[in-house]
Nanobody, 122 residues
Framework: VQLQASGGGLVQAGGSLRLSCAAS????????MGWFRQIPGKEREFVAG???????LYADAVKGRFTISRGTAGNTAYLQMNSLKSENTAVYYC?????????????????WGQGTLVTVSS
């Protein structure tokens, strides 16, 4: 399975960005897909996850501002980020796991994309 993340860029504080993650290699319609982020010098942290039924889980820091979704075929995941703050600046990674259940744990995800940089200017 290969994951390709895209959509990062430079945005002003208060603005919005939509990240996309496209999976190839096999169908992930029954898999969990998720987003993590990493600030330089810090550990990678969970942002959001979605299971095959559309059930979602969010980190407390992004609840109400970020929305994770997936395409109808199940092989694409999106992260809509609104009301962005400077502290949201990070490299965002998409990930997938061979399970029906979302987890916040980084080691619970087997497949990883290359990351896309989001920079929020204040």
């Amino acid at each position: 399975v290969q994951l390709q993340a895209s959509g990062g860029g430079l945005v002003q504080a208060g603005g919005s960005l939509r990240l996309s993650c496209a999976a190839s290699g096999r169908t992930l319609s029954r898999n969990v897909m998720g987003w993590f982020r990493q600030i330089p010098g810090k550990e990678r942290e969970f942002v959001a996850g979605i299971d095959s039924s559309g059930a979602t889980l969010y980190a407390d820091a992004v609840k109400g501002r970020f929305t994770i979704s997936r395409g109808t075929a199940g092989n694409t995941a999106y992260l809509q980020m609104n009301s962005l703050k400077s502290e949201n600046t990070a490299v965002y990674y998409c990930a997938a796991r061979d399970s029906y259940f979302v987890t916040r744990l980084e080691n619970g995800y087997k497949y990883w994309g290359q990351g896309t940089l989001v920079t929020v200017s204040s």
